[in-house]
């Protein structure tokens, strides 16, 4: 199918995709034309009513989209959120992680602050412990917000 992506700027490109593809891949697709990458991509589309395609894992198809959407692109620049971290004392402390920070990026942060090396550090989400991946689920997902709100609380424990 051909979707023509519509920047905010009113600037538009033609881009054929299958119909079985899914949003992620139309995002790594858009991420090589304009070198943005897909963490700061927002796709919505308007097919009657207003489509956020907010769920990467989905097929285009399944939004309803066609040959001839309209995919708008709205490139967003989220800024550092804040990961709370407590440890074993109850004492919570603060620090600033990108979007696309891994838990090997943050450990060094809290041996700074707490010097707590990073082999003895277990950093666990709510109780399930967090593995090497990607410490977005810990943020917040509005892009616009700084601070997170209702917060998350991960906890330190030496091993």
Partial sequence: MELTIKLMGGDETSLEMSEEA?????????SQLFGEPPTKQKLSADNGTHISL???????????????????LLITNPGPSQVLVKNEEGQTGTYDADVNETVDQLQPKIYNKLSVPNDQQRLQKSVRKLQQY????????????????????TQLRPH
Avoid: C, N, W
């Avoid at 899914?22 to 858009?30: D, F, M, N, P, S």
């Avoid at 907010?54 to 708008?72: A, N």
């Fill in 54 to 72: 907010d769920d990467d894992s989905r097929t285009l198809s399944s939004y309803g989209l066609d040959s001839g959407s309209v995919v708008s």
């Fill in 22 to 30: 899914t949003v992620g891949e139309l995002k790594q697709r858009i």
């Fill in 134 to 153: 990607d410490i977005t689920p810990l943020t917040v997902r509005s892009h616009q917000a700084h601070r997170l709100r209702g917060f998350q609380r």
